[in-house]
């Protein structure tokens, strides 16, 4: 796949290619253990997420985006995906972004939410939703840096198997004189 942006030094965003799938499931999985970044309670398989991937690669306003390092190695992902399956609410999408273990805390998050919110636009999209677990502290922090605010709340309707979650639903208007 072509580069699309090179996010630092030896970091650069393409879009995701069928042959990325495998490590874009390693990496979500990955974060399943933590109860902190997915509402899945149990690891997800290729052939699970196939029909999603499959569907954002035949959508061009809902894209998958990884970025790689100079080596090859899939760091990080991040997609915009349908907030609502109805039409009316084209204008608006769910961002979602994992980063594997090995390169958290680098700082590769914010530059790729950063980078895809200036996507946002030019794929139709006024408003940015991020959809993140009242207990999960650096996402909430993550999307304060990046100027989103709490659109809303939904208390305890997520069953972490041990607790009971909040679930925080973060908003950014992206039109591009917002930006």
């Given at each position: ?52 991937f499959d569907a954002h690669a ?122």
């Open positions: 796949m072509a580069i699309l942006v090179e996010l630092s030094a030896g970091q650069h965003v393409s879009l995701a290619a069928p042959s990325d799938l495998l490590a874009i499931v390693q990496i979500y999985n990955q974060s399943i253990d933590s109860k902190v970044a997915t509402a899945d309670l149990r690891p997800v398989t290729v052939a699970m997420r196939q029909k999603w035949g959508d061009s306003k809902r894209p998958i985006y990884v970025v790689k390092n100079e080596a090859g190695a899939l760091m990080a992902w991040g997609s915009f995906s349908n907030l609502y399956d109805r039409p009316a609410y084209h204008i608006s999408s769910e961002i979602s972004i994992y980063v594997a273990t090995e390169y958290q805390r680098q700082g590769l998050a914010k530059r790729l939410a950063t980078w895809m919110l200036t996507q946002a636009p030019q794929l139709g999209i006024n408003n940015v939703v991020a959809l993140v677990f009242g207990h999960n502290m650096a996402s909430l922090a993550l999307f304060a840096q990046l100027g989103f605010s709490e659109w809303g709340r939904m208390p305890q309707v997520c069953d972490m198997e041990g607790f009971i979650a909040d679930v925080v639903m973060l908003g950014k208007a992206v039109h591009p004189a917002n930006q």
